[in-house]
Structures are given as structure tokens and as C-alpha cells.
């Protein structure tokens, strides 16, 4: 799972660049969208595979270290990675050791059905094999840093600071 995942995070492109996509292989073949329904999945499976790493290797004397979640969305960023734990969450609905809050949050993301002509759900191979009560940490570690970044106000760059200040005349004293 680390070399695939080594193998994806080599590659040049930003995958937090890389929009998801929500609808099913059926409706990207129809649409002409077969390219970026593949690269979605790809990356949503390397995602998963993310979570389950940052999660065995950052949970430690019964905590989730933040860092865990820091590193997944800094590779993923905050959409992909809240989709795929969604994904998660509405896959183990049954699974009390997830969180009434966390299940609520799921529901709110849109995911469409991805069935093949089997009847199975393409969506299982992005659900998150970690340990229920740690994803459920993670996911409300998740939410946590994703709200206390909503909050903050957002810092000006030093560029845009230079921009708006105005200039100090330097005449010379007397």
C-alpha cells in the first residue's frame, strides 16, 4: 500500500488540483468523461489508502495526532478527502462506533450510486478499512481543523500588503 501510494504522490501533478467526480462510470462514458471518472477513482482509492496510513501510523496512547489528517489533505486536499470518508461513513451505516454527528456530516455530501452491470458498488473500493472507532476519530479530527480554518481569517500576502500600503515620502530633515 506505501509503494502504490509512494508510486501516486511521485507522479507531478497536485492531486488536490484534480476535481472529483461525483457521478457513476456509466454516466462519465456518456457524457465523454471516461478520462477524469478514471482519474478520480484512482485517486480516491489512493486516498483511502492515505487515511488507513496516516491512521495506523499516527494513532498513538489512544489519540489521533492531527497531523495524520494534516498530511492527507495537504495530498488530497479537503474535498476529495471528506468525500471518501463520506463514502466511508455511508457504506458502515450500521456501524455504531460511528458517531451519530459523523454520520449526519455524511449524509450532507452528495454521492451517487456507481453500480456495475452486476449489481455491485464500484464505490466499495474507496471505503476505508481502518478500524471503525478510528476512522471515526479521524473524521472528527477532519472536521475539526476544516472548521477552525474556515474561522480564521484569511492573511493577506506580503505582496498584497505592499500593494495597498501607501508610500512614505522621504523627505529629507531640515
Do not use: M
Amino acid at each position: 500500500i506505501e509503494d502504490k501510494a509512494d508510486e501516486l504522490t511521485s507522479e507531478s501533478k497536485s492531486f488536490a488540483d484534480v476535481k472529483i467526480y461525483p457521478y457513476s462510470g456509466e454516466r462519465a462514458e456518456r457524457d465523454g468523461d471516461l478520462d477524469w471518472y478514471r482519474q478520480s477513482t484512482k485517486l480516491n482509492v489512493a486516498c483511502k489508502e492515505a487515511i488507513e496510513n496516516a491512521i495506523s501510523r499516527h494513532y498513538r496512547n489512544n489519540t489521533l495526532d492531527s497531523v495524520a489528517v494534516q498530511n492527507v489533505v495537504a495530498q488530497f486536499g479537503w474535498p476529495r478527502t471528506a468525500f471518501v470518508l463520506a463514502n466511508t461513513v455511508r457504506n458502515k451505516d450500521w456501524d455504531a462506533r460511528i458517531s451519530h454527528d459523523n454520520k449526519d456530516w455524511a449524509k450532507r455530501i452528495p454521492i451517487y450510486p456507481d453500480v456495475n452491470t452486476f449489481g455491485e458498488d464500484k464505490r466499495l473500493r474507496y471505503v476505508v478499512d481502518s478500524h471503525a472507532g478510528l476512522t471515526d476519530l479521524f473524521i472528527t479530527a477532519l472536521r475539526r481543523e476544516y472548521q477552525q480554518q474556515k474561522d480564521q481569517p484569511e492573511k493577506p500576502s506580503v505582496r498584497q500588503k505592499l500593494k495597498t500600503k501607501q508610500p512614505q515620502k522621504n523627505a529629507p530633515k531640515i
